[in-house]
Nanobody, 126 residues
């Protein structure tokens, strides 16, 4: 059974940093691309960042480009999201997701993903 478990969320002041982790089990991690999405109250889930199976290619939403960094450790079956210069509008529940990597994927669309974590809450105060 596949499990994705996020951690690292919390309360931070604007301008601060947080690092989210997502630990995967039950799947061949190096065959899967990993994505981060977020959902703010009353809003739809939106793409944040993604990384291909090797970690060599990354993707970002325009709203986080230059502030967030996605990375993965294929020895630890873990994907990370380093979030710097946080803004109140970054407040949301952050989810990691996994999909078997293939060229046809955009990695930006949530329906592409097969597995999801339970989410970790990030609150940025002004």
């Amino acid at each position: 059974q596949v499990h994705l478990v996020e951690s690292g969320g919390g309360l931070v002041q604007a301008g601060g940093s947080l690092k989210l982790s997502c630990s995967a089990s039950g799947l061949p991690f190096t065959r899967y691309a990993m994505g981060w999405f977020r959902q703010a109250p009353g809003e739809e889930r939106e793409f944040v960042a993604a990384v291909n199976w090797s970690g060599g290619t990354t993707y970002y939403a325009d709203s986080v480009k230059g502030r967030f960094t996605v990375s993965r450790d294929n020895h630890e079956d873990t994907v990370y999201l380093q979030m710097n210069s946080l803004k109140p509008e970054d407040t949301a529940v952050y989810y990691c997701a996994a999909v078997r990597d293939r060229i046809s994927l955009t990695l930006r669309d949530s329906p592409e993903y097969e597995y999801w974590g339970q989410g970790t809450r990030v609150t940025v105060s002004s």
